[in-house]
């Protein structure tokens, strides 16, 4: 009766390892697509310049006049930056952009495809973007909210983002890098 004891404690304690073990690896997300797809924000980006059909004073309709060109702009994104993400550990694919729309600062993924893991989180970084490190000085933009699609990320108010040079996928379980972009900034 007494190994009887020994075998089931030793089953229950391979069971309690298992489950934590299981826990915090999560080995079931590298088969599970967290698909997003948020609008880019503040609209449609911003349009150089549009061409519109309109006569010129005087004319008569349906006259000869040709287009005119128009310079008038539409209030909308602009893109700072914009950088293709190169892989690490984990095949990482699409572009990440810095893009300011009514007076705030994102961070977009666009076409994002990277594999689903444990713990995955958002850093801007001092390091360039094939450092595979986020070093000590870094961003913390939150939690990755997908692993496929396209996302926004904002940027707090009164970072200088001309200071860093990369935006990582990172996973804090594991401490290694997914994939990662350049975006930087001009001062």
């Known amino acids: ?22 826990a915090l690896t999560q080995p079931w997300k590298l088969f599970i697509d967290q698909r997003v797809d948020e609008a880019l924000p503040g609209g449609a980006p911003a349009a150089a310049s549009a061409t519109s059909s309109t006569a010129s004073p005087g004319s008569a309709p349906g006259g000869s006049d040709a287009e005119v060109p128009s310079t008038t702009t539409r209030a909308g994104p602009q893109t700072l930056s914009q950088g293709a993400f190169a892989s690490h550990a984990h095949p990482t694919s699409g572009q990440a952009l810095v893009v300011e729309a009514d007076g ?16 995955l989180v958002v850093y801007l970084t001092k390091q360039p973007a094939d450092a595979q490190a986020v070093g000590d000085d870094y961003l913390d933009l939150g939690v990755l909210k997908g692993n496929v699609g396209n996302q926004n990320y904002e940027v707090p108010a009164g970072v200088d983002l001309s200071e860093y040079d990369s935006v990582v996928i990172w996973c804090r379980r594991f401490a290694v890098s997914f994939g990662a972009a350049p975006v930087q900034v001009a001062a």
């Open 104 to 119: 705030t600062t994102y961070v977009r993924f666009e076409g994002l495809e990277t594999d689903n893991g444990p713990d």
């Open 1 to 22: 009766m007494g190994r009887r004891k020994m075998w089931a404690a030793i089953a229950a304690a391979v069971v309690v390892v298992g489950a934590v073990a299981l």
